[in-house]
């Protein structure tokens, strides 16, 4: 079953985790990001991507207390999947330049995805 408590947890450390990445590429990257801006673009859209699934976590958690569902927890488990393998492919991209990782970008582009269908259907369903 649907545990709140873990998702909106999860998703609260998600968002501490994005902000520190975020500060940390915006200081600590900027000098490698000014000799690669394309790089600097691909670390943003991680942190972005990154910031607005760790809310959808948090939504996730919330809503679960409201309309108990295991389609949210799978919803939960799509959006960590999507934060991991979307955001960490451009993270991981960002920083060694191995443009490989691109190709597994789009996997997580379908967790969140997935995670927003099996949201609403969550909430509709229960």
């Not at 520190?20 to 990257?29: I, M, Q, Y």
């Not at 394309?38 to 309309?67: F, I, M, N, P």
């Amino acid at each position: 079953m649907t545990n709140p408590r873990l998702l909106f947890a999860i998703g609260a450390l998600a968002a501490l985790l994005a902000v520190a990445l975020g500060a940390f590429g915006a200081h600590a990257l900027r000098p490698r990001f000014e000799a690669q801006p394309a790089l600097a673009d691909t670390y943003e859209t991680a942190v972005h991507y990154h910031v607005y699934h760790a809310l959808a976590l948090l939504a996730v958690g919330l809503a679960a207390t409201r309309w108990p569902s295991p389609l949210l927890t799978w919803a939960g488990y799509a959006f960590v999947g999507g934060l991991l393998l979307f955001s960490g492919s451009l993270y991981l991209l960002s920083l060694t330049g191995a443009r490989w990782l691109g190709m597994i970008t789009p996997l997580g582009g379908v967790g969140f995805l997935a995670g927003w269908l099996l949201l609403a259907l969550g909430v509709l369903r229960s």
